[in-house]
């Protein structure tokens, strides 16, 4: 059985950082992709960030692309999500999805989703 557990959320700054990890136990597909995303109340979920097994590269969304960043363990069963530059805006619900196959910034794409952890960023 897939899971998904993401972990790191808490309260930060505005203008500060925050690192979110995804641990993935149980996935056996050799190609996968790791999709980052995050809801705000009262908004859509939406796709921020993205890493493909296949590729062995990340993808970003253009709201966060030189802020936030992928990183992987050397096993690839961490996923991290380095958040800089944080805004208030950025206050959201964060989830980590999990399919096989390529990258998507698609909620639909993902099959397998871990529960959220919230990241509040004061102004």
């Known amino acids: 059985e897939v899971q998904l557990q993401a972990s790191g959320g808490g309260l930060v700054p505005a203008g500060g950082s925050l690192t979110l990890s995804c641990a993935v136990s149980?996935?056996?597909?050799?190609?996968?992709?790791i999709g980052w995303f995050r809801q705000a109340p009262g908004k859509e979920r939406e796709g921020l960030a993205c890493?493909?097994?296949?590729?062995?590269?990340?993808y970003y969304d253009d709201s966060v692309k030189g802020r936030f960043s992928i990183s992987t363990d050397n096993a690839r069963t961490t996923i991290h999500l380095e958040m800089t530059r944080l805004r208030p805006e950025d206050t959201a619900v964060y989830y980590c999805?999990?399919?096989?196959?390529?990258?998507?910034?698609?909620?639909?794409?993902?099959?397998?989703w871990g529960q959220g952890t919230q990241v509040t960023v004061s102004s």
């Open positions: 149980g996935f056996t597909d050799e190609d996968y992709a």
């Open positions: 999805a999990a399919d096989s196959g390529r990258c998507s910034f698609l909620r639909r794409a993902y099959r397998i």
């Open positions: 890493f493909s097994s296949e590729a062995d590269r990340s």
